[in-house]
């Protein structure tokens, strides 16, 4: 069974960081694009960040560039995000989604979706 299991959310005060963890299983990581999504009360899901299955090419979402880093252990065949500085717009549910060709924006290009994990950036 192919799934994606996220982990690592939590309550966090502004300023703060968190890593979150995308974990695969049924299936490697390996050659798959990978993005992480966040989607917050009453918006839609937003893609903030995306790696290559390399993990050579990264792309950001302005709102949290130089603020999240993505990254990948394909030998632990998962993926993180570094969330520093964090500020109170941050909170949101956030997914991770995999799909078999370069990164895109569009929630619908990806083909395999994790649970979520709640991040809430609170004081």
């Known amino acids: 069974q192919v799934q994606l299991v996220e982990s690592g959310g939590g309550l966090v005060q502004p300023g703060g960081s968190l890593r979150v963890s995308c974990a695969a299983s049924?299936?490697?990581?390996?050659?798959?694009?990978i993005g992480w999504f966040r989607q917050a009360p009453g918006k839609e899901r937003e893609r903030v960040s995306c790696?290559?299955?390399?993990?050579?090419?990264?792309d950001y979402t302005d709102s949290v560039k130089g603020r999240f880093t993505i990254s990948r252990d394909n030998a632990k065949n998962t993926v993180y995000l570094q969330m520093n500085s964090l500020k109170p717009e941050d909170t949101a549910v956030y997914y991770c989604?995999?799909?078999?060709?370069?990164?895109?924006?569009?929630?619908?290009?990806?083909?395999?979706w994790g649970q979520g994990t709640q991040v809430t950036v609170s004081s």
């Open positions: 790696i290559s299955s390399s993990g050579g090419s990264t």
């Open positions: 989604a995999a799909r078999l060709a370069p990164c895109r924006v569009q929630v619908a290009k990806y083909s395999y």
């Open positions: 049924g299936f490697t990581l390996d050659g798959y694009t």
